[in-house]
Nanobody
Framework: QVQLVESGGGLVQAGTSLRLSCRASGSIFSIAAISIATMAWYRQAPGKQRELVAHITSGGSTNYTDSVKGRFAISRDNAKNTVYLQMNSLKPEDTGVYYC????????WGQGTQVTVSS
């Protein structure tokens, strides 16, 4: 069983930055699985479906949804069982609850971290 805990959100003004963290915990076997999984960040805006924002393979290859390309950067530190999302030049449309999971959404969802960007 893997637990995912997101943190780092907040209320910020447009144009500023935030760095989100997602730490995984669980058995040694489940953590080993995380280290080779493609991990992803998702977000859910009010009244909208959860959407994929970015993902990163175990080898470090990354991919982003068009709306965040050039502004967001996903990274991972397997030694710390943590995935990060650096968000720069934030826009009001980036507002939402941010979650991490594997790209296949294999694990139970955490509580997410709220990001609110004011104009």
């Amino acid at each position: 069983q893997v637990q995912l805990v997101e943190s780092g959100g907040g209320l910020v003004q447009a144009g500023t930055s935030l760095r989100l963290s997602c730490r995984a915990s669980g058995s040694i076997f489940s953590i080993a699985a995380i280290s080779i999984a493609t991990m992803a960040w998702y977000r859910q805006a009010p009244g909208k479906q959860r959407e994929l924002v970015a993902h990163i393979t175990s080898g470090g290859s990354t991919n982003y949804t068009d709306s965040v390309k050039g502004r967001f950067a996903i990274s991972r530190d397997n030694a710390k069982n943590t995935v990060y999302l650096q968000m720069n030049s934030l826009k009001p449309e980036d507002t939402g609850v941010y979650y991490c999971n594997s790209l296949s959404r294999r694990y139970s969802w955490g509580q997410g971290t709220q990001v609110t960007v004011s104009s």
